[in-house]
């Protein structure tokens, strides 16, 4: 197998077809990596682990649509916890190759594996960083034998018709490059938590929101002592406008009381359930969520309840804010 292998001219190239030769490159590859490929695949996971663990970076590099599937790899292997950065070839011989330090791993792409731009910084590549592995169609080639780790990214065929376009190549570079990241990642334990951290912005950052960001917190929390007669317990809730109060005693919370707990109550009781305080209707053990805790942690937990709100607390159980159901519909949870 090699990256240039022409199309079979006796089969018509559809637009279906040209997506099955890549569906069979990533059939290919995904076979090397539970086969032949396995144990070099295995040793590149634990260069980039050990890399990490050092405070060193991923560099990784490629020319041409290598260089852009290297930049895609580069932004995934960042987005999940493993710093790296994208080396342009070309640039790097004139002053970037700066950004390589010791301790550092380069990742390398090229069908190839005679791409020039990168077989003229092997050298110093070789000198200055802690592994090189590479990403080749060709394991014969300068690049892939000048490496420490070479994976094997050949495919049966190109889906162009001349067998020379990098199409199915460089999705399966694409495919062993995310492979690769997502290994690193659960190695390392990267989880829910860290991916938020990295994603502050855009729908992901509304997704990975903690509790904190949305609760509602100050004066906005409706808030009664247990001595509250209920007349003014159901003011309270009638002018927070979250179904609820929660109740403090000695600066920490005490209980809860909603909407359901006092239509249950006045089912049960009648007028009589008026004459009560907010301390003998509340519900002395509320469910509570930390402000730490991811958005979708309040709304899983709401949901498995059957409630519409949450109280936030600190550990030391001092109320810090409620967050509800409302809150969660702009971080497009549903």
């Not at 144990?39 to 050092?54: K, L, N």
């Not at 906005?220 to 403090?248: C, D, F, H």
Request: proline fraction near 4%.
């Amino acid at each position: 197998m090699n990256c240039l292998t022409p199309h079979n001219p006796s089969r018509p190239l559809t637009p279906s077809r040209l997506v099955r030769i890549e569906a069979e490159a990533l059939q290919a590859l995904a076979e090397r990596l539970e086969g032949s490929m396995a144990a070099s695949f295995e040793r590149a996971v634990e260069a980039v682990v050990a890399c990490g663990e050092t405070r060193g970076r991923i560099v990784v590099t490629g020319m041409g649509k290598s260089g852009i599937i290297a930049q895609k790899i580069a932004a995934t292997l960042s987005s999940t916890g493993s710093p790296a950065l994208f080396l342009h070839p070309a640039e790097a011989v004139h002053g970037d190759l700066g950004m390589v330090a010791r301790g550092d791993v380069v990742i390398a792409l090229s069908a190839s594996g005679e791409t020039e731009e990168i077989l003229r910084l092997l050298a110093k590549i070789k000198r200055i960083g802690d592994a090189l592995i590479s990403f080749c169609c060709n394991l014969d080639s300068t690049l892939a034998r000048a490496s420490d780790i070479a994976l094997d990214c050949s495919v049966p065929a190109e889906a162009c018709g001349m067998g020379l376009a990098p199409t199915a190549s460089t999705t399966a570079m694409l495919a062993l490059g995310d492979a690769l990241a997502i290994a690193v990642s659960l190695r390392k334990g990267f989880e829910a938590e860290d991916f938020a951290e990295l994603h502050p912005g855009g729908k992901l950052g509304k997704q990975l929101a903690r509790v904190r960001q949305l609760m509602h917190q100050g004066n906005a929390v409706p808030k009664v002592s247990p001595q509250t007669p209920m007349t003014e317990v159901i003011y309270e809730m009638s002018r927070k406008k979250l179904g609820m109060t929660t109740i403090e005693q000695d600066g920490r919370l005490a209980g809860v009381l909603s909407d359901g707990d006092l239509r249950r109550l006045l089912e049960r009781d009648g007028p009589d359930g008026l004459r009560k305080t907010a301390g003998e209707a509340m519900n002395p053990h509320p469910q509570t969520i930390s402000g730490d805790e991811l958005a979708v942690r309040a709304l899983d937990a709401m949901e498995a309840r059957k409630i519409t709100s949450l109280v936030v607390i600190d550990g030391q159980g001092a109320i810090e804010g409620v967050v509800h159901l409302h809150d969660l519909w702009e971080t497009e949870l549903f």
